[in-house]
């Protein structure tokens, strides 16, 4: 049986702001290296310098009125970020409330204040890890590419610029 390399979550916190800081600072990550999330049962890699943070979520928000998908208001350290339920968002059902789930923020770099919530951080993926496929039909605008990794999961990358873009994102009132 095959064992698992297992680091503690604080371990892997330190690893990805160390990653995000060293990026903000004009440092270079791997260019193979993705963040890899899961949001509800799909699997999603963004890069890393599409991402300003990755934080527990705060308490949010509601707001009246507005999509399903769309979790509430949050306020981080003073600045009010719109917060989409990321699966939710993708058609599939909503961020279960678990200890996992983490508040993925847009970077700064898009000028929006824009967090997907998803469900669970899965850590770095590398180009080696991950065999390309071809897009699935139909897929949104904001899936740039596709993969299958050695565990046969089917993983989409996130276009964030894209995404944050998108008519529908940003239509989050009924």
Known sequence: MARRNKIGLREFHQ?????????????????????????????????????????????????????????GVANVRGNLYSVADFSAFCGGEAVADS??????????KFMVNAGLLVSRLLGLRHADQLQGRDI??????????????????????????????????LQAGR
Do not use: C, M
């Not at 200890?99 to 700064?108: Q, W």
């Not at 605008?141 to 993969?147: F, G, I, L, M, R």
């Open 15 to 71: 690893e990805v702001v160390a990653k995000l800081q060293a990026l903000s600072q004009g440092g270079e990550a791997a260019p193979s290296s993705k963040l890899g999330l899961q949001a509800g049962d799909q699997y999603w890699l963004v890069d890393l310098a599409d991402i300003g943070e990755v934080i527990q979520p705060p308490a949010l928000t509601p707001v009246p009125l507005s999509q399903p998908w769309f979790a």
């Open 99 to 108: 200890a996992d789930k983490r508040l993925v923020l847009a970077h700064p």
């Open 136 to 169: 699935p039909a139909g897929a949104a605008s904001w899936v740039s590419a596709a993969y299958t990794d050695n565990e046969g999961h089917q993983w989409q990358e996130l276009n964030v610029q894209a995404l944050v873009n998108d008519h529908g994102f």
